[in-house]
């Protein structure tokens, strides 16, 4: 039988020699290419698009995680909770303080009085994106309970307040401001107004944000005479800027102030506000008291015989607030709104009881 023709010759696989320092020889292949050298002369370029996303990421986790927000700065929320709920009286120790229901050392008919005589005249924009309102009215609307957790996803949280809630209400008998005295370092009494607006619309959109807590002070001297008026303001709120009382414009013991378009800061003239804020005033009579009539505002007047309601909130450990009936304006140490959001918004700000401006200037027994 006659040989077969011999297959195309292919030479057989040996292995690399190994290299005398342990490194295995390269293999050269008839279809293998050298890698390109690379130019030193000119640096690598990273693309511009991830960039740009990188710097974006992280602007945007910073104002989600607060660095630059302006919101007030709270307590520590679970101190303040355990001690409330470890102190709050019955109702039969309440009125065996004969007459000093929240217990600190001022009688509630001396506080009720005082709180009413200097509750103060404040000048809301007519247009205000978000008008007043008060607690139970914005809870009707959202559902909010003790057990609503503290609101979680730090990108993502879940939209607490809808469109037509945020913008607040129209009937200044929903108004309520939330009054707060207590005794003041060096003798005398502070007496807080706290202002609830559902939502916070500010001049610039990272400062955005659900439950808008804003505060005025009246501070009185040990002869219950006004020293003076404190006003709020971001970054300035524990108790906030303090103006003589001589100096402010009054409807008899009622001082008026202006509140911020959107962001509901307090000033006394436009001219105190940063060139960004919005601030609507009126024709000024020549003892400085503004003249409303025909004025694109709405002149919330919070007390007795007055158009909206004031309250007295009493204290955390003994809270005097009616009607709260599951305590919850002084309990709900959860923030009054979202956490934060991914269009950049501010986290909501916690209640007045968690706030550091709840106790400002205070004596150091009387604010519990």
């Given amino acids: 039988m006659g040989r077969a023709a011999p297959l195309h010759h292919r030479p ?28 030193r002369g000119r640096p690598a370029r990273l693309p511009l698009g991830p960039v740009l996303a990188l710097m974006f990421f992280v602007i945007g986790l910073a104002w989600t995680l607060g660095l630059a927000q302006k919101i007030p700065t709270p307590i520590n929320a679970g101190r303040a909770r355990a001690a409330t709920a470890g102190r709050i009286v019955s109702p039969t120790q309440a009125r065996a303080r004969l007459g000093d229901r929240d217990g600190d050392g001022i009688p509630d008919s001396r506080e009720d009085v005082l709180l009413s005589r200097y509750a103060p005249n404040a ?49 200044p008998r929903d108004w309520t401001m939330y009054g ?29 944000h659900e439950g ?110 009616e009607g709260d009936r599951d305590g919850f304006f002084m309990r709900y140490a959860g923030l009054w709104g979202e956490a934060a959001m991914l269009d950049f918004m501010s986290a909501a700000p916690p209640g007045p009881p968690y706030q550091r401006g709840f106790c400002a200037d205070s004596d150091g027994t009387g604010c519990l």
């Fill in 12 to 39: 057989a696989h040996r292995p690399a020699l190994a290299h005398p320092h342990g490194k295995p020889a390269p293999h050269h292949s008839p279809h293998h290419h050298a890698p390109p050298a690379l130019d």
């Fill in 180 to 208: 707060h005295a207590y005794p003041r370092a060096g003798g005398g009494i502070v007496l807080q107004y706290w202002l609830y607006f559902p939502f916070n619309k500010a001049p610039i959109v990272f400062f955005d």
């Fill in 212 to 321: 808008d807590w804003e505060h005025v002070s009246v501070e009185l001297d040990e002869n219950d005479e006004p020293v003076s008026f404190d006003l709020s303001r971001h970054g300035n709120n524990a108790p906030g800027v303090k103006v003589a009382w001589k100096d402010v414009p009054r409807e008899g013991d009622h001082p008026w102030y202006l509140v911020a378009w959107g962001s509901h800061a307090a000033y006394l003239k436009p001219s105190e506000a940063p060139p960004w804020e919005r601030v609507v005033d009126c024709p000024r009579n020549a003892d400085g008291t503004p003249r409303v009539d025909g004025c694109p505002v709405l002149v919330w007047r919070a007390g007795e015989g007055r158009t909206s309601p004031l309250v007295n909130v009493g204290e955390r450990t003994a809270p005097r607030l």
């Fill in 123 to 171: 000048m809301v924009a007519a247009d205000d994106a978000s008008l007043p309102a008060n607690v139970d009215w914005v809870r009707a609307r959202t559902g909010w309970n003790l057990s609503t957790p503290q609101l979680g996803g730090l990108l993502v949280p879940p939209r607490r307040i809808d469109d037509a809630t945020r913008k607040g209400s129209t009937d």
